[in-house]
């Protein structure tokens, strides 16, 4: 059984924006790779969406132990299991985030909608197809409260 | 500059499944998360899908180092950037897929949709809701080439 495993971050985020603004759906971010890893990214620009998958370094490792949570601190909310979150305080705390491609050039994309803060190691960038999406989805009503919405638009 | 990040396991992948079996949209797994987590579940059953990630530990390390590739290596599909595919052969080779929850017990989740080989180290599951889809996607024609068609039903 495998003990641990190795990433090396293939690039970084690059944002100027800070604090509630990097929730923001509409929030800029560029997506800057090693420039060793350009070529990877020939033909990413014909797709509409990525998702990104980076680590969350800001997470301090005591953290990473947390079992049960109540999302945004709400007292509305019921206390949960934190895989049936997506609290950064998890076991590996990796974030995804399924972002808008705006501009792709040399080894930098240009994003909407990445929640990550500036100087965020990226771990992998994948292209979002119709495998990532289905019809039907259920979520529990603390999500529909919480998030005060049913769609992303 | 963050140069290594050290992830552990949370569990593994369970599946009866061999070979082609895997891709098999409805194919069935267990996820079979470390017995300290189980209280980490609580609530995960509100939701319908969940995105597993897992490390695809059967991709060689010189493997990591791929820059192009086609598709299944298919000669109709044009030679593409690998962040513009989802093979396996990436620098961090972190698998990601949407499955569809069938039953939770103990620390033990049956899915269908996962396509990781049995024994598979799991990095994180995450609870997919509204803001992991989005209402136009576009993709480039050798995808739908590929795939055969434009939605998962």
Chains 1, 2 share one sequence.
């Not at 990214?41 to 079992?67: A, N």
Request: charged fraction near 30%.
């Amino acid at each position: 059984m495998l003990k641990e495993i190795k990433l090396s971050p293939i690039g970084y985020v690059d944002t100027k924006s800070v604090g509630k603004e990097i929730r923001n759906r509409c929030n800029i971010s560029r997506i800057v790779l090693d420039q060793g890893l350009t070529e990877g990214l020939e033909g990413i620009e014909d797709f509409s969406h990525l998702l990104v998958l980076f680590w969350m370094h800001m997470v301090p490792k005591e953290e990473r132990r947390t079992l049960k949570t109540r999302p945004r601190g709400r007292a509305d909310v019921p206390l949960l299991g934190m895989f049936a979150t997506r609290t950064p305080y998890r076991p590996n705390p990796i974030g995804l985030t399924l972002v808008e491609i705006l501009e792709v050039k040399d080894n930098i994309i240009t994003v909407r909608g990445l929640d990550a803060v500036d100087g965020t190691p990226l771990l992998d960038i994948k292209p979002f197809d119709y495998w990532d999406t289905v019809d039907e989805v259920k979520v529990p009503d603390w999500w529909i409260r919480l998030e005060g919405k049913q769609h992303n638009i």
